[in-house]
């Protein structure tokens, strides 16, 4: 997580100034909103006390106290052409911010570590296809483009392009990418491609069911081209939610089932596919806390812990009368939603 120190009468001072320059006092003491410059910090600390697993020979299992502060500031100059900067504050260097810029056309975002294009902060515009379960996705999720560029209404549909501001690196070239999503005749479509790998898929509501197609061509880490086909149905079913895919990757066809449904205001869902990938989750209220109970028997994430099935499970308790304050227990080996290890955590957010 990103580190940063920032005294409490330090960040209240900040917030107010930011919050004042955003409202003009008008007619006798009458104030309103007159969408000037704004800067907000957000982000979160905590306090934990973890006991980790032991991945090496001779490896420690003793529990640790640490601390951790995620902190970043966002600064905006509304308008029609607007300026939006974000910064992660881990470090005294403002050139790795991201700025983003805004025109009644297109958006231009630069960042010299994380362009911050796409759904997922980073993301490449290729990413804005949406793919099948199992099958490939076309670039990368987040932190690989250094300028993202968008047109969010391109005679009704959202195009995108990003890629590395440096051309002169090896394979720099390759990750140039494209974006399409958008809709016609009833009709979701989404397309994306970079370097020799691209995809297209469409959906549609048919009968009260989402019915969805794709197909792409993949460019492999060993240079060869794979062709991908899928289909998935996802169908209410009374008070459940049933949904079914079925995929072709390289010649090779696979399957899955998921049905999720809420019971008690807990959100269940279970689910198994062609490789025998069974997946449990629960989460929900559980008296004062909140319950979160995950099982999947594919491999862990951790190693050397890939020869165990994925579970996490713990609870967190709000603490009432507070803005994001919470206290948690958890064991995790997939480091996804708790931290890795058996832990105990007060977070606080800000």
């Not at 050397?304 to 996490?312: A, G, N, Q």
């Not at 996804?336 to 606080?348: I, L, N, P, R, S």
């Amino acid at each position: 997580m990103k580190k940063a120190l920032l005294t409490t009468t330090a960040l209240v001072a900040l917030s107010g100034a930011a919050f004042a320059d955003s409202v003009a006092v008008r007619n006798g003491g009458t104030s309103h909103h007159t969408h000037a410059p704004t800067i907000v910090f957000h982000g979160e600390a905590n306090i934990k006390y973890n006991i980790p697993f032991k991945k090496v020979t001779g490896g420690s299992t003793d529990g640790v106290i640490s601390s951790d502060v995620d902190l970043d500031v966002t600064m905006t100059s509304p308008g029609a052409y607007s300026a939006t900067v974000s910064y992660g504050m881990e470090g005294n260097n403002i050139a790795g911010a991201t700025v983003t810029v805004g025109t009644p056309l297109l958006e231009i975002s630069v960042g010299a570590t994380d362009a911050r294009g796409g759904g997922e902060a980073g993301a490449d515009a290729s990413y804005l296809y949406s793919d099948i379960d199992r099958m490939s996705s076309i670039g990368e999720e987040e932190d690989n483009s250094d300028w993202y560029i968008k047109l969010p209404n391109f005679g009704g549909w959202t195009v995108a392009a990003s890629g590395k501001a440096d051309q002169s690196v090896a394979g720099a070239s390759n990750q140039t990418s494209i974006g399409l999503t958008g809709s016609v005749g009833g009709l979701s479509v989404t397309a994306g491609g970079m370097n020799d790998s691209g995809g297209i898929s469409v959906s549609t509501s048919l009968m009260g069911a989402t019915v969805k197609v794709a197909a792409a061509n993949i460019k492999n880490a060993a240079g060869a081209n794979t062709q991908e086909t899928g289909v998935s149905v996802s169908m209410p079913l009374g008070g459940m939610t049933l949904a079914v895919n079925s995929t072709t990757v390289d010649g090779t066809a696979h399957w899955g089932v998921d049905v999720s449904t809420s019971v008690s205001g807990f959100a269940i869902s279970v689910g198994t596919d062609s490789e025998e990938e069974n997946k449990f989750k629960i989460t929900g209220p559980l008296g004062p806390v909140a319950l979160h109970l995950e099982y999947d028997s594919d491999d862990s994430s951790l190693t050397p812990l890939t020869v165990d099935p994925t579970i996490e499970a713990g609870v967190t308790y709000s603490v009432p009368g507070t803005k994001g304050t919470t206290i948690s227990a958890s064991y995790s080996n997939d480091d996804d939603d708790f931290d890795e290890g058996t832990q105990v955590k007060m977070a606080f957010k800000f």
